[in-house]
C-alpha cells in the first residue's frame, strides 16, 4: 500500500545545476500538489494539478516548472538551482476539489543547493 | 502575509494531561479548517477537520473548536500520550480547487 511516493529522498545540488523531483500515487486521485516546508513557514504551495495534463501555480511558484503528463505522476523541476532553493519538498494527492477530502502526503526530499 | 498563524513554535505537556493548539486566520473567506500531524522524516497525515457551519468537531481523543468571528481554532487532545509527540499543523481552504493555506506548525513534546 504505497500511497504517495517521491523520489529521491536527498539531493545535493550545486547553484546553477537541474534536477527533476518525482511524484507517484497508485490511489487514482485526480489532484496532486507540490509544497515546499522551511523552518518558521509551515508548507507552501508551489504548484498544483486538478488533473492529467493539468497545472496551475501556487503561492511560491518562482523557479519551478511542473508537468502531469500520467494521471499517477506529477514532476517538479528547478531548471537552474539557486541557494533558496534549499529546502523539504512534499508532494501530495487527494481524490477531489472537496475542501475537507485530505490531501495525503509523501515521506518528502530534502534538496540542498550548495 | 501568513494568512494562517500558529503563534506557539513549541508546546510541553505532561502525559495525560490537555494539550492545547492554537491557530489563527485573516481570511474571512476560509470556510475549512483542518489538522495534520507530522512525525521526523514523514509526511503530514490528516488528523481531523471542520466547517465553518460547526464550531465543534471531535474524534476520539481530539476536538477541534472553531470561533468564526474571532477567526480562531483550536485543536485539544484528551489525555495527551507519549506518541502525540510530533508538529501540528493547522490549514485552512476557502474551496478554490482544493487548495490549503497552512500555518508554521506547533512542535507537541508530550512526557511520560
Known amino acids: 500500500n504505497a500511497g504517495v511516493t517521491q523520489t529521491p529522498k536527498f539531493r545535493v545540488l550545486k547553484t546553477g545545476q537541474s534536477m527533476t523531483l518525482l511524484c507517484a500515487q497508485d490511489m487514482n486521485h485526480e489532484y496532486m500538489y507540490w509544497y515546499r516546508q522551511d523552518p518558521g513557514m509551515g508548507l507552501r504551495l508551489i504548484h498544483y494539478?486538478?488533473?492529467?495534463?493539468?497545472?496551475a501555480k501556487g503561492e511560491v511558484p518562482d523557479g519551478y516548472n511542473v508537468s502531469r503528463l500520467k494521471k499517477q505522476n506529477f514532476l517538479l523541476g528547478l531548471e537552474s538551482a539557486a541557494p533558496s532553493q534549499t529546502s523539504v519538498y512534499f508532494c501530495a494527492s487527494s481524490p477531489d476539489r472537496g475542501p475537507l477530502r485530505p490531501q495525503h502526503f509523501g515521506d518528502g526530499t530534502r534538496l540542498s543547493i550548495l | 502575509d501568513q494568512q494562517v498563524k500558529q503563534n506557539s513554535p513549541s508546546l510541553s505537556v505532561q502525559e495525560g494531561r490537555i494539550s492545547i493548539l492554537n491557530c489563527d486566520y485573516t481570511?474571512?473567506?476560509?470556510?475549512?479548517f483542518l489538522w495534520y500531524k507530522k512525525y521526523p522524516a514523514e509526511g503530514p497525515t490528516f488528523l481531523i477537520s471542520i466547517s465553518s457551519i460547526k464550531d465543534k468537531n471531535e474524534d476520539g481523543r481530539f476536538t477541534v473548536f472553531l470561533n468564526k468571528s474571532a477567526k480562531h481554532l483550536s485543536l485539544h487532545i484528551v489525555p495527551s500520550q507519549p506518541g502525540d509527540s510530533a508538529v501540528y499543523f493547522c490549514a485552512a481552504s476557502d474551496n478554490q480547487g482544493g487548495k490549503l493555506i497552512f500555518g508554521q506548525g506547533t512542535e507537541l513534546s508530550v512526557k511520560p
Open positions: 481570511n474571512s473567506m476560509f470556510d475549512y
Open positions: 494539478s486538478v488533473g492529467e495534463g493539468t497545472t
